[in-house]
């Protein structure tokens, strides 16, 4: 079901979520493949309609700085990070906490973490109250989906819903920067550029 992404749809998004859905929303970069990251079952649905490898971690979408504590530990250089690039197209990858657990995670002791940069995910996120997977809502190695018809494309009515908002503000993914050991590492270079990140943590 592709509906238009409005401020009063958010609640059937998350009416999905919280049983176990899995929606496709727009974003600042690309459409997100969001299921709630607790739900094990849910997160599981979004490995199979990728086609991802089980064994590789999804990134997490956050409503906020004190959302992103509650299951991370943040670091001086990820705290600065965020605070200069989020809401945004920057993930920081930093350790998670001990007492946190999601299937989304694949076992790893870091998680990416990303608040979006759109009123309509983050309002989902809010809603829902816990974070939710924020990978792209695409087949695994298939085309950036920049458009609602581009995710019905490619992964058709496996998924419960889909949040039209028309084509993502970027159309390309967010700068991935792993914060977790004692010097910041670009894994991914995306919509922000290695220099604003480092010229970030100069300044």
Do not use: H
């Not at 995670?105 to 974070?131: C, F, Y």
């Amino acid at each position: 079901m592709t509906i238009p992404a409005a401020l009063d749809q958010v609640g059937k998004a998350v009416s999905l979520l919280r049983n176990g859905g899995v929606i496709s929303m727009p974003t600042d970069t690309l459409y997100a493949l969001t299921a709630a990251a607790d739900d094990a079952t849910a997160v599981r649905r979004v490995f199979e309609i990728k086609g991802r490898q089980q064994g590789r971690p999804l990134p997490l979408f956050v409503s906020g700085l004190e959302s992103a504590e509650r299951i991370a530990e943040l670091n001086e250089t990820a705290r600065r990070l965020a605070s200069q690039f989020w809401p945004g197209q920057l993930t920081i990858v930093v350790s998670k906490r001990q007492t946190y657990e999601s299937e989304a995670l694949a076992g790893s002791a870091t998680v990416g973490l990303r608040v979006p940069d759109n009123q309509i995910a983050r309002a989902v996120i809010e809603a829902l109250g816990a974070p939710v997977t924020g990978t792209s809502a695409n087949l695994s190695g298939g085309p950036d989906p920049v458009t609602a018809a581009d995710v019905r494309s490619q992964l058709g009515d496996r998924v419960d819903l889909i949040l039209d908002a028309g084509p993502c503000a970027r159309g390309i993914g967010s700068t991935i920067v792993d914060c977790s050991g004692d010097e910041p590492v670009i894994l991914r270079e995306g919509a922000i550029s290695s220099e604003r990140v480092f010229a970030a943590l100069r300044d």
